[in-house]
């Protein structure tokens, strides 16, 4: 599943997709992003299986513009989530 | 001075199969708490029994409440007859008596899989409040998916902000919308409130009310359209929520995305999610007893 999280507004699109089929929950991400944006945990819209994915926390999934700012100086800055995880499953939109 | 008419106010409805006896059966429910509408879906062994779907009130345990004693209405069913209740939508959390809370995204899918049949691989719920496009298999699990709730635009509430403001029955704004001489240009501004300041402009140049109302229904299809764009659109392609119930939107979204957009079931598309909800509880159930 691709799961994108964020939102669309007046300045543009930002999402934060996650590839839950990549993604093997081994918490890289939570460990390297600095803001609390990452979490693992059951994977909520697919209820009957298992596998815990990662995702966006709830309180972020409204502000990432914001919160991944200070991660993303420029158009060429890899975020710390993006380059702590080995299974390729996490990509930005913006 | 008179009461304003509530130009706002859509339809409620509800429903019983009458060609089932629940007597006996395994019932399991599903409760869809939206920002505007909520709705309560009862099934009996899994087959679609009764539902319904009302407006939400400020109280959510209450609106769930509602929206299921007035599905149960003249079935003879109580509370105690219901083995597994899903809640879900905005106020999931607080439905009082389901065992579970589940994401209306996972919940339209399967929904709309249950509504659309198999072959539907996009489904995009327009709600009150968001807006969601959906991607699924065949079996109704969800395989991409996007949600907009930061933003009123292309959304049930907005358009209610618009009906209100043109003094159109909310059920009326989508054949009015093509009551006009030629289709005009969309509003520039798809945020609500900036939206109605365009209109209120465009009203005051002597645009007649219809060409507003194109207007609107068109930069709301060209925003969900956008929207889309993200996650592309598979066929076959379906609309839930209140707002596939809007013509005005429907065909000219058809008309952007180039895809035709699948027919309406016979049952109230705004179900979809209280529908889900019910299937998945159907299914926890069953997974409980073995």
């Given at each position: 599943?691709?799961?994108?999280?964020?939102y669309?507004?007046?300045?543009?699109?930002?999402?934060?997709?996650?590839?839950t089929?990549?993604?093997?929950?081994?918490?890289k991400?939570?460990?390297?992003?600095?803001?609390?944006?990452?979490?693992?945990?059951?994977?909520?819209?697919?209820?009957?299986?298992?596998?815990?994915?990662?995702?966006?926390?709830?309180?972020?999934?409204?502000?990432?513009?914001?919160?991944?700012?200070?991660?993303?100086?420029?158009?060429?800055?890899?975020p710390?989530?993006?380059?702590?995880?080995k299974?390729?499953?996490?990509?930005?939109?913006w | 001075?008179?009461?304003?008419?509530?130009?706002?106010?859509?339809?409620?409805?509800?429903?019983?199969?009458?060609?089932?006896?629940?007597?006996?059966?395994?019932?399991?429910?599903?409760?869809?708490?939206?920002s505007?509408?909520?709705?309560?879906?009862?099934?009996?062994?899994?087959?679609?029994?009764?539902?319904?779907?009302?407006?939400?009130?400020?109280?959510?345990?209450?609106?769930?409440?509602?929206?299921?004693?007035?599905?149960?209405?003249?079935?003879?069913?109580?509370?105690?007859?219901?083995?597994?209740?899903?809640?879900?939508?905005?106020?999931?959390?607080?439905?009082?008596?389901?065992?579970?809370?589940?994401?209306?995204?996972?919940?339209?899918?399967?929904?709309?899989?249950?509504?659309?049949?198999?072959?539907?691989?996009?489904?995009?719920?327009?709600?009150?409040?968001?807006?969601?496009?959906?991607?699924?298999?065949?079996?109704?699990?969800?395989?991409?998916f996007l949600?907009?709730d930061?933003?009123?635009?292309?959304?049930?509430?907005?358009?209610?902000?618009?009906?209100?403001?043109?003094?159109?029955?909310?059920?009326?704004?989508?054949d009015?919308?093509?009551?006009?001489?030629?289709e005009?240009?969309?509003?520039?501004?798809?945020?609500?409130?900036?939206?109605?300041?365009?209109?209120?402009?465009?009203?005051r140049?002597?645009?007649?009310?219809?060409?507003?109302?194109?207007?609107?229904?068109?930069?709301?299809?060209?925003?969900?359209?956008?929207l889309?764009?993200?996650?592309?659109?598979?066929?076959?392609?379906?609309?839930?929520?209140?707002?596939?119930?809007?013509?005005?939107?429907?065909?000219?979204?058809?008309?952007?995305?180039?895809?035709?957009?699948?027919?309406?079931?016979k049952?109230?598309?705004?179900?979809?999610?209280?529908?889900?909800?019910?299937?998945?509880?159907?299914?926890?159930?069953?997974?409980?007893k073995?």
């Amino acid at each position: 599943m691709k799961a994108n999280y964020g939102y669309k507004d007046g300045s543009g699109d930002f999402f934060i997709t996650i590839d839950t089929d990549k993604c093997n929950g081994c918490r890289k991400c939570v460990e390297a992003c600095p803001y609390g944006v990452m979490a693992v945990g059951e994977n909520e819209n697919d209820p009957l299986s298992e596998k815990e994915v990662a995702f966006v926390t709830e309180n972020e999934r409204k502000k990432i513009k914001y919160t991944c700012a200070p991660c993303k100086p420029n158009k060429k800055a890899i975020p710390p989530c993006i380059k702590a995880c080995k299974m390729d499953a996490i990509m930005h939109s913006w | 001075m008179a009461e304003k008419p509530e130009y706002w106010r859509w339809t409620e409805s509800r429903w019983t199969n009458p060609d089932i006896d629940w007597k006996g059966k395994v019932i399991t429910s599903g409760i869809d708490v939206g920002s505007v509408s909520s709705q309560a879906v009862i099934l009996a062994d899994g087959e679609l029994y009764a539902y319904s779907n009302m407006r939400t009130g400020s109280d959510s345990p209450d609106s769930a409440m509602k929206a299921i004693n007035w599905a149960m209405e003249k079935t003879g069913l109580t509370l105690k007859d219901i083995s597994y209740t899903v809640g879900t939508g905005y106020g999931r959390v607080n439905v009082p008596f389901s065992q579970r809370a589940i994401t209306e995204i996972a919940c339209h899918a399967r929904g709309g899989n249950f509504m659309y049949g198999p072959t539907v691989r996009t489904i995009l719920d327009m709600g009150g409040q968001d807006c969601k496009a959906i991607h699924c298999d065949e079996r109704g699990k969800v395989t991409n998916f996007l949600m907009n709730d930061k933003c009123a635009a292309g959304t049930g509430r907005g358009m209610e902000v618009f009906a209100d403001l043109l003094g159109v029955s909310i059920n009326e704004v989508g054949d009015l919308s093509f009551d006009i001489d030629e289709e005009p240009k969309p509003v520039s501004s798809t945020c609500v409130v900036y939206a109605k300041t365009e209109a209120t402009g465009l009203l005051r140049e002597g645009w007649p009310k219809n060409k507003v109302l194109a207007a609107y229904c068109s930069a709301m299809a060209h925003r969900i359209m956008t929207l889309l764009e993200r996650i592309g659109v598979e066929e076959d392609f379906a609309i839930t929520g209140g707002i596939s119930k809007n013509k005005g939107v429907v065909k000219r979204l058809e008309k952007e995305v180039g895809i035709k957009i699948m027919e309406t079931s016979k049952y109230d598309p705004q179900i979809a999610g209280a529908l889900g909800a019910a299937l998945f509880a159907k299914a926890l159930f069953d997974k409980g007893k073995k």
